[in-house]
């Protein structure tokens, strides 16, 4: 039945409630906590408890061996025992009435003291006349998250004007914001990443390599940021080692010291792994988070309300039939509900188990050179199950594995052919080029056309342009930026 419910052409027009299960079974496990604590609140006739309830238990592999397995009971609703002889109504078709956009969840965030509400606080604690405290405040509302101003003064100073009421000019700004300077995290209010580095070196004990540093940063930052090392030694007359020092010092700086603010308002993400897979007895065993499969049932007050109204309304009024409909409605929401729960449990387990067997050799051993080539269809064809259908499952979910937590589409590869005409997925690619590029000499580091011909040797044949399409999907630089001394 899931199968049929689930093999989906793009051809076909999609039913409200389809589309409302596709959206479930796209939904990660703390979105999908969510969505069911707004379907409890919204819909009195669905309620939590083990009476009649869908099993909370992990599925492991032996309960779903057969993909066809009876599904789990739930309590029956006898929709041709409904007191209306009305057509099938609109809203049996509208999924219990839920309208709202389920792929949108965001975790709710938990009230703290903003960034700029802490560069405020710190104001506070400088000795700012009322004009001056005004423009540090307007500087500190232009700062930007990762803690730059990017604007012009002379712009600032027009706004200043137009939008408080506050003229004052360019000199005037210059002298506000280096008090703006002077606040935490060091580099905060920096216009450039020049500034930035500069602010922050300026915060450090003296040495000779931060000293050095500082002078790097000022006069030879073009230098600095095209890794021209000769010319910097040239140009300060000093040894390898000296410059190391003071690249060391300026590589502990933060580029972005907004982003480092522990009090920022932006929540922290934590992944919620919505598999695990583990080894036991030399066997990979599978389990779906328990907190997928919460226990529900329909409540019975409703059912009894219902088979009350049944008996006692040979002719109801308008207000009895209106009542009818409304506890209709939630009865057939919750087993609609209930129902849709138990196919996105059985969808997620039978894909990501098909996704487990298919790369068994990797989570065995964990050798990222074993994934396997595969792509969306390998597995819509293994369960058929439509691609699309794969996709939204693999897309937004984490499996908890011995090698730590992955993201399940980064299972999926392309495949390509090594020189012994064999199929190779673009992973294992990725992986040995990683591999080389961490071995290189950094004072010598290989460019595109020599890792092509590394890799040509180790029966792998790929063009340039693809090294560097590879090389940049593993944000790693060029080899003139991956140079060290």
């Not at 604590?37 to 309620?47: D, R, V």
């Not at 839920?98 to 104001?123: C, G, K, M, W």
């Not at 790369?359 to 390998?378: A, S």
Request: hydrophobic letters at 35%; glycine letters at 4%.
């Amino acid at each position: 039945m899931l199968k049929q419910n689930l093999q989906l052409k793009l051809s076909q027009k999609l039913s409200p409630q389809q589309i409302q299960l596709m959206k479930l079974i796209q939904l990660p496990t703390q979105a999908f906590e969510q969505r069911l604590k707004e379907e409890l609140i919204e819909n009195p006739a669905l309620e939590t408890g083990k009476e009649d309830t869908v099993e909370a238990d992990e599925f492991s592999n032996e309960e779903y061996d057969d993909y066809d397995n009876e599904r789990i009971d739930t309590e029956d609703i006898n929709i041709d025992e409904y007191l209306s002889d009305d057509e099938t109504p609109d809203y049996k078709l509208q999924a219990n009435n839920y309208s709202r956009d389920d792929e949108d969840y965001e975790i709710p965030i938990i009230a703290s003291v903003s960034f700029h509400q802490d560069l405020i606080n710190q104001l506070n604690t400088f000795i700012l006349n009322d004009f001056e405290g005004s423009i540090a405040e307007f500087l500190v509302g232009s700062i930007d998250d990762m803690g730059y101003i990017r604007r012009e003064i002379q712009d600032i100073v027009d706004d200043l004007a137009f939008t408080q009421g506050i003229y004052t000019d360019e000199a005037t700004v210059e002298k506000v914001l280096h008090i703006i300077h002077e606040l935490e995290p060091a580099g905060v209010g920096a216009r450039n990443l020049q500034e930035c580095l500069l602010l922050q070196l300026r915060h450090k004990t003296p040495s000779e390599a931060v000293d050095l540093a500082k002078d790097i940063i000022e006069n030879q930052f073009e230098a600095f940021t095209k890794k021209h090392y000769d010319k910097m030694l040239q140009k300060y007359g000093i040894t390898q080692s000296q410059l190391r020092k003071a690249i060391d010092e300026i590589e502990k700086l933060n580029p972005k010291p907004g982003g480092a603010f522990a009090g920022n308002s932006k929540a922290v993400e934590h992944v919620v792994p919505d598999f695990a897979i583990k080894i036991v007895e030399g066997d990979l065993e599978l389990t779906l988070n328990g907190r997928n499969a919460p226990e529900l049932h329909i409540s019975k007050d409703y059912q009894e309300m219902l088979q009350t109204y049944k008996e006692v309304a040979e002719k109801p009024s308008n207000s009895q039939r209106d009542a009818v409909q409304f506890i209709k409605q939630k009865l057939d929401g919750a087993k609609w509900f209930i129902e849709a729960i138990k196919q996105r449990q059985e969808t997620l387990y039978v894909t990501m188990n098909a996704i487990m067997e298919y790369q068994r050799e990797y989570f065995l051993d964990g050798d990222e050179t074993k994934l396997k080539p595969m792509i969306l269809k390998d597995i819509a064809d293994l369960i058929g199950l439509d691609i699309s259908t794969i996709s939204r499952v693999a897309n937004s979910k984490y499996v908890e594995t011995p090698y730590g937590t992955k993201l399940i589409k980064t299972f999926f590869s392309e495949a390509m052919m090594n020189d012994q005409g064999e199929e190779v997925s673009t992973i294992e690619i990725k992986k040995i080029l990683q591999n080389i590029i961490a071995d290189e000499d950094k004072q010598k580091p290989y460019p595109d056309d020599k890792l092509a011909d590394l890799l040509k040797e180790k029966g792998y044949p790929i063009a340039r342009r693809t090294i560097a399409k590879y090389r940049e999907q593993l944000d790693i630089p060029v080899a003139r930026m991956r140079k060290k001394i």
